[in-house]
């Protein structure tokens, strides 16, 4: 129990967190933040040829949804920004 808890928190914490830092000071934030796309494609294509995970319909729906809300995430602002009255 406590090895799956220390792959998990060195794995999925530490190093993810390195790279996207990584990624950030080389590329920018906003490029950086594509990152949000390809971790779960990458994550669920691990899950599905070495865990033997089932995907489904539920499961792409999911990640449709999850990938919808990065972009929405991502995307510019258009009209009043945060901070400014509106006239």
Known sequence: MLVCLGV???GGS????SIFLWLVRD???FRAGLYA???PVIA???GILYAH???GWAEASG???MLAAAALAL???SGVQVGQAAS
């Open 14 to 17: 530490l190093i993810a967190f």
């Open 44 to 46: 669920v294509t691990i």
């Open 8 to 10: 998990m928190v060195i």
């Open 27 to 29: 590329w920018g934030a």
């Open 53 to 55: 995970e089932p995907f």
């Open 37 to 39: 796309f390809v971790s």
């Open 63 to 65: 990640m449709g949804i």
């Open 75 to 77: 995307a510019e602002q």
